[in-house]
């Protein structure tokens, strides 16, 4: 089945600086590349997605880039604020129709004002 | 906008006991996922519906089992509760029938406790 993995386990930045997170994903038939941010006791709340027929997409301070080829796909913050202080989980779909997630294991960024 | 929403939010039970957990798509959403997190975790598929059918399943013990209403609730249950049953539950919620979206909505979970 599908195996997504996820790095940094932790990543820690002064405010101001970027962070990246890195995915890799196992099933070529992967299509659908969500990234969910969760603050703590709270759910997953998605803040950026791509589609395998886009090789980037950016929604201001936040980017993702998927190279389909390496079966690997990253997020890209800019300008990091403490509020984006957060654990971080990369996902991919398989599967046609009803598509279940597989998430990363997870990135806990840390922004030091 | 509307969210997911899951009821209720904290639950405690003993081990052996039975539980139930709701789960309120967001309105016009016809697919409904279960996924469990453990602590330090991340989130793993239970199973899940499309309008009232079950559309896949995932790692879910026997003793859970789950449906969804005509409504489009689903609720989650869980007998012979066990200690290693202790984790947060997520309720995602998905428009399947009408485009190709993909996205998953979550609601803010349910932290179960079992003692």
């Known amino acids: 089945g599908e195996n997504v993995e996820q790095h940094p386990s932790t990543l820690s930045v002064q405010e101001g600086d970027s962070a990246v997170i890195k995915c890799t994903y196992s099933d070529s038939a992967s299509n659908y590349f969500p990234w969910y941010k969760q603050e703590l006791g709270k759910g997953p709340q998605l803040i950026i997605d791509?589609?395998?027929?886009?090789g980037e997409k950016k929604d201001q301070r936040i980017a993702v880039t998927l190279n389909k080829t390496a079966k690997h796909f990253s997020l890209h913050i800019t300008e990091t604020q403490p509020e984006d202080s957060a654990v971080y989980f990369c996902?991919?779909?398989?599967?046609?129709?009803?598509?279940?997630?597989?998430f990363g294991t997870g990135t806990r960024l840390l922004v030091s004002p | 906008a509307a969210g997911v929403i899951q009821s209720p939010r904290h639950l405690i039970k003993e081990k052996r006991e039975t539980a139930t957990l709701k789960c309120y798509p967001i309105?016009?959403?016809?697919?409904v996922y279960w996924y469990q997190q453990g602590p330090g975790q991340d989130p793993q598929f239970l199973i899940s519906?499309?309008?009232?059918?079950?559309?896949d399943k995932g790692s879910i013990p026997d003793r859970f089992s789950a449906q969804q209403f005509s409504d489009y609730h689903s609720e989650l249950n869980m007998s012979s509760l066990e200690l290693g049953d202790s984790a947060l539950y997520f309720c995602?919620?998905?428009?399947?029938?009408?485009?190709?979206?993909?996205?998953?909505?979550f609601g803010p979970g349910t932290r179960l406790t079992v003692l």
């Open positions: 995602a919620s998905r428009l399947t029938r009408e485009t190709i979206a993909d996205t998953q909505y």
């Open positions: 309105p016009r959403h016809d697919t």
């Open positions: 996902a991919a779909t398989i599967g046609t129709g009803f598509q279940k997630l597989v």
């Open positions: 791509i589609r395998s027929n886009v």
């Open positions: 519906f499309y309008e009232k059918m079950q559309s």
